[in-house]
């Protein structure tokens, strides 16, 4: 079996070891410039979980297979910080910049209507990228912000990653071998030459994102969603009593315009006092009527002088 590394590894040996990791280290936020210090070091010095950052190192070391990997030691918010840090390498750097070297390497003149259809397809491929990252990070990503906090939202579809991440490798695979195949290259061929291995190299990269993905956050949500499941609840009665003293709770404003309301005062007259509108205001009210149980102007005049919020002389009779 092949040695892993371990935190005590010093990070300038491992990264030696495969030029890969240099793009592990950048996404993970860490600054080049770290001496003979160990993993471990590093990663408390950048206040990164060392046992993500390894799982992540381990996982590339071993070829990246498509399994999925053991994940009880995983900080899940680690590894979604160092997840959406590579998306915004994807979509603001590497991407933009491949394009701009290829259309200087190919000419994208009207006469070479081939160049452009092959500029075109890059286009449509970035935007496929840029789609399905934007997907997670407004769905999975925040599916998981909510697990994190200790909540259950509504199923989400974690599991659609693996089959989009299909469709992108087969994109970029496509268009490499349509260079090889049948872009006939007459200048400019180093600078083309360069690009394409560029491309070769982001399919190699987005690759190795996408099985980290796949293999290693998804368990891990999975992980942390069952977890939250089987945390015990708290007794029927306690969150009873403890739902009625939230719902009994007036907010600042909703205490104005209880006394707004116990001095006689119309709903519009209130939104003028208060510079709401009226659709806020008849919010309010209806707030204040199910935090109360309380639904008439009159039952609501008995409640503000009670609890103090008006004076019997200011209750309009």
Known sequence: MEKLFRGNDKLSDVIATDYRFLWIVSRFGISLGFGEKSIYDVCAEEKIDCNTFLAVINYVKSGAENTPQNV??????????????????????????????????????????????????????????????????????SFVDQLLKGDLPSPESVHLMSKHHDKMEERLGELKNLFLQYYPQKENNNELMDVLLSIYGCEEDLTMHCLIEDNIFVPAVRRLEHANKLRKPKKIMEVVEETNEQDSDLSQREKEIVTCVAKGMANKEIADKLCLSINTVTTHRRNIARKLRIHSSAGITIYAIVNKLVTLEEVNM
């Open 72 to 141: 009880h030691n995983i900080s899940v918010e680690t590894l979604v910080k160092f997840l959406r840090q590579t998306h915004e390498y994807y979509l603001n750097y590497l991407l933009p910049n491949i394009r701009r070297r290829l259309l200087s390497s190919i000419d994208c003149s009207v006469k070479n209507e081939v160049a452009f259809l092959f500029l075109k397809f890059f286009d449509d491929y970035t935007q496929e990228v840029r789609t399905h990252m934007e997907f997670e990070s407004s769905t999975v990503f």
